[in-house]
């Protein structure tokens, strides 16, 4: 069940997607973070960010919306509070970072490189729910000139981009970000989506409109994944982690046959947080029963 990203040998696929298991896997008191192959931190920024006024999450009977608007200490209590917690942690670690402008993201990636335990950074261009979240993950030659600048600022540590699919076809998106250096993507984050109450004709969140989450976009995510492996990613030799929508084992093979060599969950964690370890166990029987040596074998292997 082993993959590799960007050089890092991972035990198995199953990653947990940035924010959604605590600012660094607080989700390891409820699960044995040893049984996941790796997990994400919430996006760190530079300065400390409140996010958005509450109502910022909202029920859906397929998936969730969310507002948060990235709110986070800032990289200063990050790597006050959370370093002891990064060296400990019993999985692969991914730090995810996030900012408002090309000198913002480089800053807080250099600090975060900085920061031992953290084996892979996550540049997220992809957050719909800020007011600057997408203004480098919409753009193909903003990216390139964002990433250019953040990947000799990580050094050795692999850079992984996380795109969105709110930006229409995003293969040039991909392709952008692994000529500037891109050790692996992750594809996708939450859609801007609304849900609005009929009976107080208000939206179910604060804000308005959120990013959609959960089973509602796994097709969605299934979609990009195929095409950006087909057309862009396997040629080059990148990984991706499909991400949107896990909530069985079923969707995280369908994302592998897609193209994806790992796959991301969040919104199923909210709903039981060891649905992860029940997904890396029978991606494994799965594997097995096809009779293959190693996950790898299956990848992209849609028909
Ligand atoms: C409550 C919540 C918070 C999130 N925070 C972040 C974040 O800080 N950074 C990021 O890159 N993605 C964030 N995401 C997006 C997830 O990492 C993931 O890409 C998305 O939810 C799709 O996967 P899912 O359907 O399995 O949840 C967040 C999602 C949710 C639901």
């Not at 991909?174 to 594809?187: F, H, M, P, Q, R």
């Not at 107080?200 to 604060?206: E, V, W």
Request: some cysteine.
């Amino acid at each position: 069940m082993e993959v590799t990203l960007g050089g890092i040998t991972l035990r198995n696929p199953v990653v947990l997607a940035a924010g959604t298991s605590g600012v660094v896997g607080e989700i390891g008191d409820a699960i044995d973070l040893r049984k996941l192959g790796a997990i994400t931190t919430k996006s760190i920024t530079v300065e400390p960010r409140m996010g958005n006024q509450p109502l910022r999450m909202a029920d859906l009977p397929k998936g969730m919306i969310n507002a948060i608007g990235l709110a986070n200490g800032g990289i200063d209590d990050f790597a006050t509070n959370y370093a002891q917690k990064c060296k400990n942690i019993k999985t692969t670690l991914i730090g995810s970072i996030a900012g408002d402008s090309i000198e913002s993201y480089v800053q807080v990636a250099t600090a975060m490189h900085d920061i031992k335990g953290i084996d892979l950074i996550e540049v997220n261009v992809s957050c719909p729910n800020t007011s600057d979240g997408l203004e480098f993950g919409s753009c193909p030659v903003k990216l390139a000139e964002l990433l250019r600048e953040i990947k000799p600022a990580l050094q050795s540590t692999p850079m992984i981009v996380k795109l969105s699919a709110a930006c229409g076809d995003i293969r040039p998106h991909a392709n952008v970000a692994i000529e500037s250096g891109a050790d692996a993507l992750t594809l996708i984050n939450t859609i801007p989506a609304m849900g609005i109450d009929v009976k107080t004709k208000t939206p179910l969140i604060t804000r308005g409109i959120g990013g959609l989450s959960g089973p509602a976009i796994h097709p969605i995510a299934v979609r990009v994944v195929h095409e950006v492996y087909r057309d862009v990613a396997k040629n080059a030799k990148i990984p991706i982690i499909g991400t949107g929508g896990i909530l069985h084992w079923e969707d995280a093979a369908e994302f592998i046959l897609a193209g994806a060599t790992a796959v991301g969950i969040g919104t199923a964690s909210f709903i039981n947080p060891t649905i992860s370890i029940k997904v890396a166990k029978k991606l494994s029987a799965w594997v097995k029963r096809q009779g293959c040596s190693s996950i790898t074998e299956l990848v992209g292997q849609v028909h």
